[in-house]
């Protein structure tokens, strides 16, 4: 999440293991026996009910998020294991920090080598991380003018290297919200009714992948399963290729990109990736957007009018 100060992307994190399924046995024993080789459950303890929620500050060493120690033992990245791992100010983390998550977000793996074995703790989880938009903090807001020069924004962002980003699925750029929004009386959807719509879509998932072993959601296909699962008609097959074309996308980014469609069919409960499933992903990228050429920007904005009301 990229935003300004007073944005709630911390808050909007917080509530994220409300809203996600509750932990299946496998995967509850899966994440009962990290926390207790870690030794963070309590004598007594049986398996845990929640999904875990890390949330390490950015000061952290490599060894403290991945893992690692003498006796090696389990990172961050491993206890937020079926749960959610959120690094807020992520351009704050040291870049050789943030490197060591590209293998578990690949994997979800984690394997410590010392010199006389190699230990593989198991790390899938949900990465979400918040951010500034620049060094102020108001670059794109629209009430505080932004006083960084465009150098000190892309130094700024730089501190988070292009593979990884390329391996957050969605960039989503949120604003601050206004006094009369935190003031209004009107509900939105709560997150027990978003946790049923979640709940329901990962039911979808789980027959989809029923023969498959260790694999609980779309965003653990395989490129081969992509093929088989993410069939796209004439029409999205055609904006999704100009859409790699326009904003320079990676072949990682465009395996996301389908992933991303086929969880938002799921949840609409379509059987089929239709046009509009294809065209909210793409807006999905929102730094490959800002990080391309004017024109393809301009194709951005332009397929958001035409596909998405």
Known sequence: MIGPPGAGKTMLAQRLPAILPPLSLEEAVETSRIYSVAGLLKPGQGLL??????????????????????????????????????????PEFKRSTLEVLRQPLEDGLVTISRAASAITFPARFMLVTAMNPCFCG???????????????????????????LDRIDLQIQVAAVPFRDLAADSQGQDSQAMRVRVSQARQVQG????????VFANAQ?????VQEHCALGPEARRLLEVAVERLGLSARAYTRILKIARTIADLEGASEIALPHVAEAIQYRTLDRQ???????????????????
């Open 49 to 90: 009910t929640r999904r875990p929620f890390r949330a390490p500050h950015h000061t952290i060493s490599d060894a403290g998020l991945i893992g690692g120690g003498t006796i090696p033992r389990p990172g961050e990245v491993s206890l937020a294991h079926h749960g959610v791992l959120f690094l807020d100010e992520l």
């Open 138 to 164: 108001f670059y794109g807001d629209n009430q505080r003018a932004c006083t960084c020069t465009p150098q000190r924004i892309q130094q700024y962002r730089s501190r988070i290297s292009g593979p990884l």
């Open 207 to 214: 027959r989809r992948f029923a023969r498959v072993p260790r």
């Open 221 to 225: 296909m395989t490129v081969k399963m």
């Open 291 to 309: 990080f391309s050429s004017p024109q393809g920007v301009k194709f951005a904005r332009e397929t958001a009018e035409r596909y998405l009301v």
